[in-house]
């Protein structure tokens, strides 16, 4: 079996994982203490969530602080739904359902387009009474990485905050500099459950959930020392591998665009994210592919679009017709694929869509 699907999750580092284990301890551990209690067991866990924090932290630039959440949705939820004031929220068109669906259900939302590289034009026209930017670093469906120092620069000049959604960049290259950003743990080889919200010192967010007042009352709920610090171990690791790591998928890169001859890469080739392989083949019959190659883990679209039959919205935004969404597939590859499982698994599916005719 091969794993091509490292937008949806990545595999989590055992680094990671030997992390969390001390916190997933039985009554006879110390490892089950409550965070946020003041006894000797707290105070240990607590001092392990805030050693994650640092590490987690370390991704950022200075001058912010980190909220802890359960996802980067919570994360994207808090810093959209938390912002108080009145005015226009400018998305872009191929944000993740995350933002686009947020944006909508609080109103005064409207789309930023996208060229037909994937790219967004921080010069696009903005509303006068915009106070909230959101354009992701990289896209999830097909890698490309926006401009975002320009983001902020424009979000400066109209008077409005600039959030970024990192998810797909953070542990994978230096993390855009925004007012406010969102990452998730098991993109970057944590575990699933924890994302994490970064916020410039000076704004103030208002709590979406309220209760136990944790995380300096922004976001109550005990939270899991085990996640934090599986995050934590996750990001110090991604840190300090993020070349080697980048060298490695680089190569990979090349050894899978040079297979898929004669099939077209959804986005632009260079301002990407190399991980990521969106691929079209005119009339290919994607269900029947996926299930031809059941050994190959792979996605049609976006992990969240697939399977609901709508075609993927970011490959609509591209300038793609339904045919052309529906003919696309992801490959997605990171830090433990190797060379001889990705050379297969391609050579896998080009077969298989050879034998579709
Ligand atoms: N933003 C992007 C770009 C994503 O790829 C994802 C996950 O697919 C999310 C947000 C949501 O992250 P989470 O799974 O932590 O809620």
Redesign the pocket.
Known sequence: MTYLDY???TPLAPEAREAMMKWLGGPDSVGFGNPHSPHRMGRQAAAAVELARERVAALFPSGGRLIFT???????NLAMRGLPGSGSIAVSAI?????LDTAESLGNAYVLPVDEHGLTDPCADLLDNTRLIAV?Q???EIGTIQPTGEWLARARQAGALYLC?A??AAGRMPVAEADMI??????LHGP?G??ALWVRDGILLQPQITGGLQEAGLRSGTLSPALCAGFGAAAQLALERQEEDAAHIESLWQLARGKFTGWQVNGSEEARWHGNLNLRKDGLDVARLMSDCREVMFSAG???ASGSGRPSHVLKAIGLDDAGAKSSIRLGFGRYTSAESLEEACERIISAAAQQG
């Open positions: 937008q949806a999750t359960g996802s980067a949705t919570e994360a994207l944000e993740h359902a995350a933002v992701m990289v896209n999830n959604d998810v797909q969102a990452i998730s743990a098991h993109k699933k924890i994302g976006s992990a969240c």
